[in-house]
């Protein structure tokens, strides 16, 4: 099993992106797909994750509003739709994956498959 994340950029204030996790290997459906980012000197922190089985979502507070995740179930692809990109959005973004669902969904410990990263640069 594999996630392959891509679609990030240079951006301006205020621009969008979108990124795309694409699952591939052997049947994969895991209930949780996220995306968590890192700055530099920072800790990686919780951005998004959808529950497949119930197609609920949450978003951490600094995003809620501009981002917007989603899930192509035939695909086996998340998206994370950015929008209103702030220089703080800066970071290298990693999409990440966990069969069953965890009320602590927002922790980077609780996920089993990453993919590589993809760099997300926003200037003001």
């Known amino acids: 099993v594999q996630l392959q994340a891509s679609g990030g950029g240079l951006v301006q204030t205020g621009d969008s992106l979108r990124l795309t996790c694409a699952a591939s290997?052997?049947?994969?459906?895991?209930?949780?797909m996220a995306w968590f980012r890192q700055a530099p000197g920072k800790e990686r922190e919780f951005v998004a994750v959808?529950?497949?089985?119930?197609?609920?979502?949450y978003y951490t507070d600094s995003v809620n509003g501009r981002f917007s995740i989603s899930r192509d179930r035939a695909k086996n692809t998340v998206y994370l739709q950015m929008n209103g990109l702030k220089p703080e959005d800066t970071a290298v973004y990693y999409c990440a994956a966990r069969w069953y669902w965890n009320v602590k969904y927002y922790s980077d410990a609780e996920y089993n498959y990453w993919g590589q990263g993809t760099q997300v640069t926003v200037s003001s």
């Open positions: 959808i529950r497949r089985s119930v197609n609920t979502v």
């Open positions: 290997g052997r049947t994969f459906n895991p209930d949780a």
